[in-house]
Protein backbone atom coordinates (compact mmCIF):
# COMPACT_ATOMS: atom_id res chain seq x y z
CA UNK A 1 0.00 0.00 0.00
CA UNK A 2 1.15 3.63 -0.90
CA UNK A 3 1.52 5.97 2.04
CA UNK A 4 0.12 8.57 -0.44
CA UNK A 5 -3.66 7.86 0.01
CA UNK A 6 -6.29 9.67 -2.37
CA UNK A 7 -9.62 10.48 -1.23
CA UNK A 8 -12.43 11.54 -3.40
CA UNK A 9 -15.91 12.73 -3.76
CA UNK A 10 -18.23 9.51 -4.31
CA UNK A 11 -20.16 9.53 -7.15
CA UNK A 12 -23.68 8.92 -7.28
CA UNK A 13 -23.91 5.91 -9.24
CA UNK A 14 -20.72 4.74 -6.65
CA UNK A 15 -23.47 4.64 -4.17
CA UNK A 16 -24.89 1.45 -4.38
CA UNK A 17 -20.84 0.49 -3.67
CA UNK A 18 -21.08 2.06 -0.29
CA UNK A 19 -24.61 0.56 0.31
CA UNK A 20 -23.63 -2.82 0.35
CA UNK A 21 -19.93 -2.02 1.81
CA UNK A 22 -22.02 -0.77 5.08
CA UNK A 23 -25.16 -3.42 4.81
CA UNK A 24 -22.23 -6.14 4.64
CA UNK A 25 -21.29 -5.12 8.31
CA UNK A 26 -24.57 -4.52 9.75
CA UNK A 27 -24.52 -0.95 9.56
CA UNK A 28 -27.17 1.66 8.77
CA UNK A 29 -27.58 2.18 4.90
CA UNK A 30 -31.01 2.96 3.77
CA UNK A 31 -31.12 6.51 4.28
CA UNK A 32 -27.98 7.18 2.54
CA UNK A 33 -29.31 8.94 -0.34
CA UNK A 34 -31.19 11.32 2.30
CA UNK A 35 -30.60 15.10 1.95
CA UNK A 36 -27.59 16.62 2.75
CA UNK A 37 -25.45 13.92 2.98
CA UNK A 38 -22.02 13.90 1.09
CA UNK A 39 -19.58 10.48 0.80
CA UNK A 40 -15.90 9.97 -0.14
CA UNK A 41 -14.08 6.85 -1.27
CA UNK A 42 -10.23 6.26 0.01
CA UNK A 43 -8.56 4.88 -2.53
CA UNK A 44 -5.04 3.74 -2.61
CA UNK A 45 -4.52 3.83 -6.54
CA UNK A 46 -7.42 1.77 -8.50
CA UNK A 47 -8.12 -0.39 -4.95
CA UNK A 48 -10.98 0.84 -2.74
CA UNK A 49 -9.54 0.92 0.64
CA UNK A 50 -13.13 2.64 2.73
CA UNK A 51 -15.70 5.12 2.66
CA UNK A 52 -16.60 8.50 4.75
CA UNK A 53 -19.39 10.57 4.81
CA UNK A 54 -20.72 13.55 5.85
CA UNK A 55 -24.27 14.83 6.53
CA UNK A 56 -25.57 18.52 7.21
CA UNK A 57 -24.58 21.69 6.42
CA UNK A 58 -23.01 24.74 6.95
CA UNK A 59 -20.41 24.43 9.85
CA UNK A 60 -22.17 21.84 11.56
CA UNK A 61 -21.79 18.29 10.21
CA UNK A 62 -22.04 14.71 10.87
CA UNK A 63 -19.43 12.65 10.62
CA UNK A 64 -21.90 10.24 9.02
CA UNK A 65 -19.82 6.89 8.44
CA UNK A 66 -16.77 5.81 7.86
CA UNK A 67 -15.52 2.62 7.02
CA UNK A 68 -12.66 0.40 6.22
CA UNK A 69 -12.79 -2.49 4.37
CA UNK A 70 -12.24 -5.99 6.24
CA UNK A 71 -8.56 -7.03 4.85
CA UNK A 72 -7.58 -3.90 6.09
CA UNK A 73 -8.30 -2.95 9.33
CA UNK A 74 -6.36 -3.70 12.50
CA UNK A 75 -3.02 -2.91 10.15
CA UNK A 76 -2.53 0.39 10.88
CA UNK A 77 -4.38 2.21 8.20
CA UNK A 78 -5.99 5.18 10.75
CA UNK A 79 -2.16 5.64 11.66
CA UNK A 80 -1.47 7.82 8.61
CA UNK A 81 -3.72 10.39 10.09
CA UNK A 82 -3.03 10.89 13.58
CA UNK A 83 -1.54 13.77 15.65
Known sequence: MNTELG???LPRNDVPELANAL????LAHHDINAEHCLFFRVRDGDCTLGFAGL???GSDRLLRSFWIAPALRRNGLGACCSM
Open 7 to 9: IEP
Open 23 to 26: AGDG
Open 55 to 57: QGQ
